[in-house]
């Protein structure tokens, strides 16, 4: 207990920083990540040839875009980016500056699970929509994103997760969190006991948020309600 208490007392600030920092981060990104995935996502989709507004270059365009952007590695994007990343928030490190690269990452990961979400709608309900004479904004609106809720919750828990890794690897750029946490003070400095915390809150925290999503999930999918 003595232990403990002293471990507490001296990095018990450090790593409730690092949590908030690691959480602010990673819900930060996802967000934006879902403001310019979701629509990308969503025309990637009505564009195919199967789509309910086929057009071919275009949905050309865009998956060579969602498809290069999925095709870099994090660490070579977060370091490729920097002088964007400067240009738009005015700094490259710490949180405000790990945001910036994380939303690059996860926006083109974020429009092909929006694409396959409404690709698994099915497809007698749009056909219906069309029968009743539903616009495509309708359709999109009111039957495909909405029969996709429980597909979409499943996929903000994937991008969310892979967020998380992301975040540990920002602590190279000096963005904090608990990555940097372990980096630090667990490998630089061959702090074990720092290092196992960090391992724990890491799996705590995205157990939590897989749990919380997965229940989501659940609760708003009528197929299981039913």
């Known amino acids: 207990m003595d232990y403990i ?50 057009m071919k270059v ?3 365009v865009l998956g060579w875009i969602i498809n290069i952007g999925r095709s870099i590695p994090f660490v ?16 490259s490190l710490g949180v405000t500056g790990a945001i910036v690269p994380l939303t690059v990452a996860a926006a083109p990961f974020v429009a092909r699970i929006v694409e396959q979400s409404l690709a698994e709608v099915d497809g007698s309900l749009i056909e219906a929509a069309q029968a009743f004479g539903a616009t495509n ?11 996709s809720v ?9 991008t969310w997760v892979s967020l998380f890794g992301y975040v540990a690897m920002a602590g190279c750029i000096g963005a904090g969190g608990v990555g940097d946490i372990a980096l630090r003070y667990g490998y630089q400095r061959w702090m074990a006991d720092v290092m196992l915390v ?9 157990q939590l948020f897989q749990s919380f999503c997965d229940w989501l999930a ?5 197929r299981i309600r039913n």
Do not use: W
């Open 137 to 147: 904004v309708e359709i999109v609106t009111k039957v495909m994103l909405r029969e």
């Open 58 to 60: 275009l949905n050309t």
């Open 218 to 222: 659940v609760k708003v999918d009528k």
């Open 76 to 91: 070579i994007l977060m370091v490729a980016i920097i002088p964007f990343t400067r240009l738009l928030v005015g700094t």
């Open 150 to 158: 429980p597909s979409l919750i499943r996929g903000v828990a994937i």
């Open 5 to 54: 208490s002293s471990f507490i007392a001296s990095y018990g600030d450090l790593f409730a920083q690092g949590i908030v920092d690691t959480l602010v981060m990673t819900f930060g990104s996802c967000l934006f990540a879902y403001v310019i995935g979701l629509p990308l996502g969503v025309a990637f989709a009505l564009t195919t040839p199967t789509g309910l507004h086929p």
């Open 198 to 206: 960090a391992v724990v809150i890491c799996v705590i925290l995205v």
